[in-house]
């Protein structure tokens, strides 16, 4: 089953959704690592085989973050203002994707579109 590590800068109206939907999510501050650098989180996420769900744009440098070293990584581009219309992207996303599909992929979500990007 595919698992997800929210980091903490996601909204708790996402993982509550995501929860609701479903999906096993657990989140930064369940595993002990609130406030931690991007570089333990996403040591985590490896760890756990998890798909790490983000707001935070540094992940999506993928010279430092490298898709297909993870599971997968989610980066949502959103504001309280945006909240419903990426939360409906995402819904749509996770429901047209095979679990597969996360594995060494970063996923940049936003109010109307879903892109994928992999390390060449």
């Not at 590590?5 to 959704?17: G, M, N, P």
């Not at 929860?19 to 333990?40: F, H, I, M, P, Y």
């Not at 085989?49 to 993928?62: P, V």
Request: overall charge positive; hydrophobic content about 40%.
């Amino acid at each position: 089953m595919t698992k997800f590590l929210a980091d903490e800068c996601v909204f708790s109206l996402t993982v509550e959704l995501l929860k609701n939907r479903g999906w096993n999510v657990v989140t930064v501050r369940e595993v002990g690592l609130q406030g931690a650098k991007d570089s333990e989180v996403i040591s985590k996420a490896k760890e756990m085989q998890a798909i790490l769900i983000t707001q935070d744009m540094d992940f999506c440098d993928i010279g430092k973050f490298p898709p297909s070293s993870y599971s997968g990584i989610i980066v949502l581009k959103m504001t309280h203002n945006n909240l419903n219309k990426v939360h409906a992207t995402l819904q749509r996303m996770l429901s047209e994707l095979q679990e597969d599909e996360f594995n060494g992929a970063l996923f940049i979500v936003d109010h109307n579109k879903w892109r994928r990007r992999r390390k060449i």
